[in-house]
């Protein structure tokens, strides 16, 4: 089973220089498209234009938080459908449960691994997934 990352637009949003670059780096290393964004204006600005297969987005964040944006994502019809993973320097059951109450689809504790991002998008993505 082949994976198949190359079409695939990635937004990565995370007020982080280090998360966004390792992010990206990651995931340009397996073919996908990468878009970054500092916080959740940024990124609302961004998505319309560059229609991301999948978002992870940083709880933490100044302005517009994680949980903020991603409801703001989730309350849009046309991005509704797209994945939206958490990711936080916390594994909390609480921030888990709210990041479920905003609509997100799954959360990941950082530092995450090349595994962990990949696999996410696995798990999510149905075209990430040549069989």
């Known amino acids: ?24 780096t990651l995931l340009k290393k397996v ?51 797209t994945p939206v993973i958490m990711l936080s320097s916390k594994d909390g059951l609480f921030d888990k449960a709210k990041g479920r109450i905003v609509g997100s689809d799954q959360y990941l504790t950082k530092p995450f691994s090349k595994e962990e991002l990949l696999g996410a998008i696995r798990a999510h993505v149905p075209s990430a997934n040549n069989a």
């Open 31 to 81: 073919g996908c498209t990468v878009v970054t964004a500092t916080d959740g204006f940024d990124a609302l600005a961004k998505i319309a234009d560059t229609q991301p297969n999948i978002i992870f987005v940083d709880i933490m964040m100044p302005r517009l938080d994680g949980y903020q944006t991603c409801a703001l994502i989730k309350n849009n019809s046309a991005f509704k459908a």
């Open 1 to 24: 089973m082949e994976d198949n990352f190359e079409s695939l637009k990635v937004m990565v949003i995370d007020d982080s220089k280090t998360i966004r670059r390792t992010a990206e």
